[in-house]
């Protein structure tokens, strides 16, 4: 045993520990020892989890730690436990008791997929008794001590003695200059690199252009590099483009074009996506404006994005066909098609390629980025990201940079070869969106602020209510009684692998009861439907009282989509096998693959008669009734904007989400359509949300026999910048 002067026990080894230690930042402090954590003197209630994931950052202030390392803290060998839905609490409850937040952090950065960061500044404060002295650690060195101040002789034990550089020889004074000379030399080419390093890697500046509450469409730099021009929606969803100087100096609004702007030519001519679109099938008008207004020009119809040639005459065009997706370059020559959803075209500065994100599951932004050349030759040059918007290829054209995050909806800035490599060029504690990089390296992004709320009114409510639970709260399904809703958190709370949850009218708590996203409650109501947004190839049953679930395999095929045929038994579902066309199955939950249905086009938004013998879904702005017993199908009369939601109990009425246009959602209603009449009537209005970046509607569903309904709103509240020194 090893003991002190004064018959203390001690470590052989003294080293740092947070057995008793007392930290500061900000208002906080917290003393280890105890696990007392007081902000201004005043005691902060904090659990054991969230006490020890703060105990671990603050052990290592300004550096990552990782999820691997705070699970095993946490979580000792052996333990069963879900290690991602247990850090992701203790980490919300800690920032809970903190008053900190993911969005804007000021103590803990999330580093999406790798951990956490405490980035506030923090001060260990010494205990007093460490500040009187150091303990001996040995018996032997206090006897050395002892004999050596009798001797005279500094006290440093002989094993940690310089040792000459020349045999038994003592150091001669040149060979003392020598070495001081070399040290110097080092010590100022040390510095010289480091200079040359941060000039590199300077820190980015930048510059803001909008201003007012609103969330950025799209933005390009025009010809003269010295203006920017962007769409932006404000309040209700009204949408407006503008063209602002790069220094702030003027500004103007454009009067003569509506709708989102979609390219700027090296002319200077403009191109917008005009009307309204629905569901993964829809797509928009594309127009061509001057830039000082006159004429328009449509160009295409079912347009999903566009980008200019070099030559300002030709276009790259995302378009829809049925159920594919389309890359034209240029427009009327298609090099690739894709099932899932494409955005964010961006032509080469050679010419001869053109970039662009896929998104498999059609109506979720998770995916990669993809190139294509004009004679269809592809490849992926990234995996799969969690969230993925925002692509401009770089000034040289040997890299594209696009935002993205591997969880969650917190997008960093990342660029990538040709061949593949990978490297990330920024982040920031907020969500970025890569819109442009100018010829001269000005990147144009917003850093945007990403939420979707929920809300409710369910049976027995007087009215409707906000029941958003976290950051991303989208509504999947409600139970026929019009009391249990079936919910998916997919921004940064969920994870990379999304959590799915009930919300239950009587007791008023959300339930987390699964990872994945949800997709249907089954028709009594005990169990639900999942789906893992990184493995598309299986789907999960869930039993909402036990949380058991088992796995139902695709046989190869990959969902887009399931709902519970009334007999609970049978499952319909959306997708197909790689390479197929998307198709329509029934599949058994105890076993069997999906088989596909005789008749019926695929369609998304599906919604299923209470008898099962009829579907309504969407195909593009369509809505199609698809009747099982007779095999036909019957289009209902056309929408700019609808999906199915509901059917009476009946099965005479179908429920249908309309919304607004691009320029008023003041009209969103689900109105119910007598199917043997045709009459349609209003059966609620749902409001627009009066919040400063309100996008719309993120989805709605309803019980009409029991006067419920939910709904999800999306808000973006985004500022345009534009940023220098990024390389």
């Known amino acids: 045993m090893d003991v002190t002067a004064a018959g203390e026990t001690v470590s052989e080894q003294p080293a740092k520990n947070l ?32 006490l020890q994931v703060l105990e671990a950052l603050l052990a290592k202030p300004g550096e990552l730690v990782t999820r691997e390392e705070l ?33 804007s952090p000021r103590y803990i950065e999330t580093l999406p997929r790798l951990g956490y960061r405490f980035i506030c500044p923090v001060v260990e404060i010494v205990p007093e ?53 070399l040290i110097i030399a080092a010590a100022l080419l040390f510095s010289y690199l480091q200079l040359r390093a941060n000039a590199r890697h300077s820190m980015p500046v930048f510059h803001q252009l909008t201003f007012r509450p609103g969330s950025v469409r799209s933005a390009r730099f025009l010809p003269d590099l010295k203006s920017a021009i962007y769409t932006v929606a404000g309040e209700a969803g009204g949408a407006r483009t503008e063209v602002s100087s790069l220094d702030g100096s003027t500004f103007h609004g454009l009067d003569f074009a509506s709708g989102t702007l979609a390219s700027v030519s090296p002319h200077g001519d403009l191109s917008f996506l005009t009307g309204a679109m629905t569901g993964p099938e829809g797509g928009y008008h594309l127009v061509r404006f ?36 389309l890359v034209e370059f240029p427009a009327g020559h298609v090099v690739y098609s894709s099932r899932g959803s494409i955005d964010c075209l961006r032509v080469s500065p050679h010419g001869d390629s053109v970039a662009f994100l896929e998104h498999p599951v059609r109506d979720d932004d998770g995916g990669y980025l993809r190139i294509v050349d004009d004679k269809g030759n592809t490849r992926v040059l990234t995996n799969s990201w969690s969230s993925v918007e925002g692509l401009a290829w770089s000034p040289t054209g040997n890299e594209v940079w696009f935002t993205a995050s591997s969880a969650g909806a917190t997008r960093a800035l990342y660029a990538t070869t040709e061949t593949g490599r990978l ?48 950051d991303y ?27 799915a949850y009930t919300l239950n009218q009587q007791t008023h708590h959300a339930v987390r009861f699964a990872a994945g ?77 999906p088989v596909p249905l005789n008749g019926p086009t695929y369609m998304d938004d599906v919604a299923v008669s209470p008898d099962g013998s009829k579907i309504a879904g969407n195909t593009g702005n369509q809505v199609i009734i698809f009747d099982r017993r007779s095999n036909t199908s019957r289009a209902l009369a056309k929408t700019d904007s609808a999906i199915p939601v509901a059917w009476s109990k009946d099965g005479n ?18 109105v119910k359509i007598d199917l043997r009449s045709g009459e349609v009537e209003t059966w609620t209005t749902i409001a627009p949300s009066n919040a400063p970046g309100f996008e719309g509607l993120g989805g709605a569903v309803a019980a009409p026999d029991a006067d419920a309904y939910a709904y999800s709103s999306h808000l973006d509240l985004s500022r345009l910048y534009v940023v220098d020194g990024w390389s």
């Not at 709260?473 to 959590?499: C, K, N, P, W």
Request: hydrophobic share 35%.
């Open 19 to 50: 057995s008793a230690r007392i930290f500061q930042f900000g208002a906080f402090e917290l003393r280890t020892e105890t696990g007392e954590l007081s902000k201004h003197g005043i005691r902060v209630r904090l659990q054991i989890k969230p």
């Open 290 to 325: 001057k830039e000082n207004g006159g004429s328009s020009q449509t160009i295409s119809d079912g347009t999903r994005g566009a980008d200019w040639l070099a030559n300002g005459a030709e276009m790259a065009l995302v378009r829809k066909h049925g159920t594919e997706t």
């Open 129 to 181: 008794e460490e500040v009187r002295g150091v303990p001996v650690a040995t018996s032997q060195i206090a006897e050395q001590t002892a004999a050596v101040e009798q001797s005279g002789e500094a006290a440093v034990p002989a094993e940690n003695r310089i040792r000459p550089i020349l045999g038994k020889w003592p150091i001669k004074p040149y060979w003392a200059i020598l070495a001081a000379g």
């Open 473 to 499: 709260s989208h509504v999947d399904d409600i139970s026929a009684d019009g009391r249990l809703i079936l919910f998916t958190e997919a921004g940064d709370a969920g994870g990379a692998h999304y959590s």
């Open 653 to 670: 009425d179908l429920f249908v989400l309309t919304f607004g246009n691009s320029t008023n959602n003041a009209t969103n209603r689900i």
């Open 517 to 593: 996203r949800g997709l249907a409650l089954s028709p009594d109501g005990k169990s639900a439907l999942t789906i893992d947004p990184r493995d598309r190839g299986s789907l999960t049953l869930t039993s909402l009282a036990t949380h058991v679930s088992r796995k139902i395999s695709g046989s190869g095929f990959e969902y887009q989509w399931a709902k519970f045929l009334p007999d609970g038994r049978t499952l319909l579902v959306g997708g197909g096998h790689p390479l197929e066309p998307l198709t329509i199955c029934e599949q058994p939950i105890d076993g069997g693959k």
């Open 71 to 103: 699970c095993g803290r946490l979580w000792p060998a052996g333990t069963f436990v879900d290690f991602e839905s247990g850090l992701n609490t203790a980490t919300n409850r800690l920032r809970a008791a903190l008053n900190d937040s993911a969005e």
């Open 423 to 470: 490297r990330q060029v920024s982040s920031t504690p907020s969500s970025l969106r890569l819109f442009d990089i100018s010829r001269a390296g000005r990147a144009l992004v917003t850093v945007e602020d990403i939420r979707m709320t929920m809300s409710a009114k369910l049976a027995g409510d007087t009215a409707e209510s906000d029941v958003s639970n976290l």
